[in-house]
């Protein structure tokens, strides 16, 4: 079992930056891929970004490549979401999750058997 909480979320305006920090609990936190994923109003939950176990690799939705980069620190149990040059259109709740290795595609949110309550980012024009 995995319990994960989101903190980090709040308001800036266009063109600032945010950090996202998901703690977890749980011995294997280090052999879990780790995803954010976003949901505004009336839209569908969209990947973000994820980030592998062992190699470390980061993985971007097209429209945050550049601008947002995913880290890991497996000995504080947390993931970090550094998002900067933040848009409106980026409102969102914010979510960390967490997949088990050998799931399906990580950019699908039905890889992930994990996930927090989700922190709010507010982006305004």
């Known amino acids: 079992q995995v319990q994960l909480v989101e903190s980090g979320g709040g308001s800036v305006q266009t063109g600032g930056s945010l950090r996202l920090s998901c703690a977890a609990s749980?011995?294997?936190?280090?052999?879990?891929?780790m995803g954010w994923f976003r949901q505004a109003p009336g839209k569908e939950r969209e990947f973000v970004a994820a980030?592998?176990?062992?190699?470390?690799?980061?993985y971007y939705a097209d429209s945050v490549k550049g601008r947002f980069t995913i880290s890991r620190d497996n000995a504080k149990r947390t993931v970090y979401l550094q998002m900067n040059s933040l848009k409106p259109e980026e409102t969102a709740v914010y979510y960390c999750?967490?997949?088990?290795?050998?799931?399906?595609?990580?950019?699908?949110?039905?890889?992930?058997?994990?996930w927090g309550q989700g922190t709010q980012v507010t982006v305004s024009s």
């Open positions: 999750a967490a997949a088990a290795p050998g799931g399906t595609s990580i950019y699908s949110s039905s890889a992930y058997d994990y």
């Open positions: 980030i592998m176990a062992k190699s470390g690799d980061g």
């Open positions: 749980g011995r294997t936190f280090s052999s879990f891929i």
